[in-house]
């Protein structure tokens, strides 16, 4: 899996420079290693050996332990057969629910991007399936719900 880096300089987009810190590797001797690509044109980018690649490293370790805290707390418990009708569009409502379902699907896009890793892979690939069939499923209540004109 490549990550994939935006909003690049010139000399970063070329991998003439780290994307992290814009060390310039014409003007300066360090090492770097390949982090990931240029989302249009597919070329590699850098970034500094040390410490600049670890960074980006601890980055991407850091979010999947926030997208699994974020999965554990979501986990189930949500009933989309529920007649509890109290407040379904408010921040802890049903509508609440499909906002955190689609931040979880976005994060793991974006972890996705950047890992190669086969178990990190297979738990994101599990996370993005739960979320994405409870998204679809709390949407299609949501719609029902809101087409009667009640919310």
């Not at 010139?10 to 690509?37: F, H, T």
């Not at 407040?87 to 802890?92: F, K, Q, R, S, V």
Request: proline share 4%.
């Amino acid at each position: 899996m490549e990550r994939y880096f935006w909003h690049l300089s010139g000399p970063q987009a070329d991998g003439l420079a780290c994307v992290l810190c814009g060390a310039n590797y014409l003007k300066m001797r360090i090492p770097s290693v390949e982090v990931g690509k240029v989302p249009d044109t597919e070329a590699p980018v850098y970034a500094c050996a040390d410490p600049c690649a670890e960074k980006i490293a601890a980055a991407a370790d850091q979010m999947a332990r926030e997208m699994r805290e974020a999965a554990a707390e979501v986990g189930s418990g949500w009933d989309a057969d529920s007649d509890d009708d109290d407040g379904y569009l408010g921040a802890d409502g049903h509508f609440g629910h499909l906002l955190r379902d689609l931040r979880a699907l976005s994060g793991a896009e974006a972890l996705l991007a950047v890992t190669d890793d086969m178990p990190s892979i297979r738990y994101l690939l599990g996370l993005t399936y739960r979320h994405a069939e409870a998204a679809m499923t709390r949407a299609k209540s949501l719609l029902e719900r809101t087409a009667d004109g009640d919310g």
